[in-house]
């Protein structure tokens, strides 16, 4: 089936359910055990705990398996939770792990904070250094690599392919934060990655109402996994998961505006003068565009530009007064949004002076956001023809 046949149907259990073409939401903690012999068998049925499973776990967790080509995928309560269930399923007192220095700044300060309370050693590595240069960088207890691409703000790509290629051969695990991708756009179980996790609040979610995260393994560390993620309680309420699942059947049209849009308005930024730079890795003038064109199917609305600094009265003038972009974290739903963002690195930081706006484009007209967008720029002093 083509993918957005699959996001009608995955997932969904209409024959369990009187015909009901949406499961329903299962708001369960206790399972009732009808006899003594029903309860001692509760490891071998299906249900037996609402923390565990319910019918609404099983309709999400079976389509974002299928959709990742994985062998297991659990739930958790937001994007940063399932990034922790990763680091902490594979890596234990006295291991090594590698973080890209691009990832998302929550996932920067999980491991150089809350892992090193555990002596868990931590290292850094920039987006492009090339594989002789991170292999330099392992260690005999090195057992994890996480990546993240494009990264965090600054939109660069790892050579998927080839860290693959890394860790296969000295027996490290690889996870990669796929968030911005969505499984529609990349599928990096396939690819040989071990571990493909999303905030799945973003564009599996759609409609900037629910926290969410998913984490998609292969067969080596399923099992490991599902343990590490119940004994850590891990779970996602009945609601947001409906949500997520309503999502899912919208994504792929969602995700062909957001790319439509955002390539469109992409275009135009890098015709503007006191543009520096539009970081979107489906332009050609990006420089891991090839990288882009080889292991991705499609891109989505998220993108970082580099304008000519100016003060904050200007900036202020600009994003205060803005008519369709908001400002505001996450990104992914169905509203524009703009932030000022500055990107924490540990090797081979950016300039200090370099002003970065991340854009989230929305679901709206091209015309309009392109509109706002320029009268933004105007009242920031900026010459934007008409």
Request: glycine share 6%.
């Amino acid at each position: 089936m083509k993918k957005e046949t699959k996001l009608t149907h995955l997932g969904r259990m209409s024959d369990d359910h009187f015909g009901a073409v949406n499961t329903p939401v299962y708001r369960a903690s206790t399972i009732i055990h009808p006899t003594l012999d029903h309860i001692r068998r509760r490891q071998t049925l299906p249900y037996y705990y609402g923390r565990r499973s319910t019918p609404s776990i099983d309709s999400l967790t079976s389509a974002m398996r299928e959709l990742e080509a994985a062998d297991a995928s659990v739930l958790c309560p937001s994007g940063v939770s399932a990034l922790a269930l990763c680091f902490l399923t594979v890596l234990q007192a006295g291991d090594h792990v590698l973080v890209v220095d691009t990832a998302y700044d929550p996932t920067q300060l999980m491991a150089q904070d809350f892992l090193r309370k555990f002596d868990i050693e931590v290292d850094f590595f920039a987006p492009r250094e090339t594989i002789d240069e991170i292999s330099k960088r392992l260690k005999p207890n090195t057992r994890l690599i996480m990546a993240e691409s494009p990264g965090s703000l600054t939109m660069e790509l790892q050579d998927i392919p080839a860290l693959v290629g890394l860790c296969q051969e000295h027996d490290i695990a690889l996870a990669i934060d796929n968030t911005w991708a969505t499984p529609l756009f990349l599928q990096p179980i396939p690819m040989g990655v071990d571990f493909s996790i999303h905030s799945a609040t973003k564009y599996i979610v759609g409609h900037a109402d629910a926290l969410l995260g998913t984490v998609s393994c292969n067969a080596k560390w399923s099992e490991k996994l599902k343990a590490t993620h119940g004994l850590l309680g891990l779970t996602a309420g009945p609601d947001d998961i409906t949500l997520a699942l309503r999502g899912l059947r919208s994504l792929a049209v969602r995700l062909e505006h957001h790319q439509r849009v955002g390539l469109e308005l992409a275009q135009w930024l890098e015709s503007l003068n006191f543009i520096r730079a539009v970081l979107h890795p489906a332009l050609p003038s990006h420089p891991d565009h090839d990288i882009w064109k080889r292991d991705f199917s499609g891109t989505t609305g998220l993108f970082t530009i580099s304008i000519d600094p100016i003060n904050d009265d200007r900036l202020a003038a600009m994003l205060d007064n803005m008519q369709l972009f908001a400002m505001g974290y996450s990104w992914g739903g169905f509203e524009s949004l703009i932030l000022p963002v500055k990107p924490k690195r540990k090797i081979a930081p950016r300039d200090d002076d370099e002003l970065l706006l991340r854009l989230s484009i929305g679901l709206e007209n091209s015309d309009d956001l392109k509109h706002d967008l320029a009268d933004g720029f105007r009242r920031a002093g900026f010459i934007v023809p008409v």
